[in-house]
């Protein structure tokens, strides 16, 4: 159902989807830091820190419906980290397991070079075993382990930094 969907650069008209997919996360405590949904309204400015030609934000639609999106984000803030990038995934739950993760990405790491980032970066829980292993799947290293750096209902919860060089 979800494998080889093409992908768009997100509009702001797509933001209240992609602020959904993210909220339904919320509560497995799995895949964000954030402990209560967002609002599209709080979401404003990090959308807006995406564009197409270094930063690009990717919706993935099935039958006129957004089940997926891809964001590149910007590593530490500082100009010397410019050809670093966070990349992260979110599936809306009916799109999960189904290859479209792996399908995302091996775009983005494919698209990496023409967007200038060398170093793609991607910041999973200890316990996110899929997350894991889908970016291990694709050649990322563990650089860094930051441990009970999250606490989640009570339980601290590591961070797992892996890295990955798209240029060497």
Not at 157 to 168: C, Q
């Amino acid at each position: 159902m979800t494998t080889n969907l093409p992908y768009r650069n997100a509009t702001l008209d797509d933001l209240p989807a992609i602020v959904a997919i993210y909220n339904s996360t919320v509560p497995s405590r799995n895949v964000t830091a954030d402990l209560e949904p967002v609002s599209v309204e709080s979401r404003l400015a990090w959308f807006h820190e995406h564009g197409p030609d270094k930063r690009p934000l990717w919706v993935v639609e099935d039958g006129g419906q957004i089940i997926a999106w891809l964001s590149f984000s910007n590593f530490y803030g500082r100009p010397a980290y410019s050809r670093s990038a966070e990349v992260s995934i979110y599936l809306h739950e009916d799109a999960r397991g189904k290859g479209l993760g792996k399908q995302l990405l091996a775009a983005s790491l494919a698209a990496a070079p023409a967007l200038g980032i060398d170093t793609v970066l991607g910041f999973i829980f200890g316990h996110n075993e899929p997350s894991l292993r889908l970016f291990r799947g694709f050649g990322f290293d563990v650089w860094g382990t930051l441990p009970r750096v999250a606490v989640l209902d009570g339980v601290e919860r590591d961070l797992v930094i892996l890295g990955h060089r798209v240029v060497v």
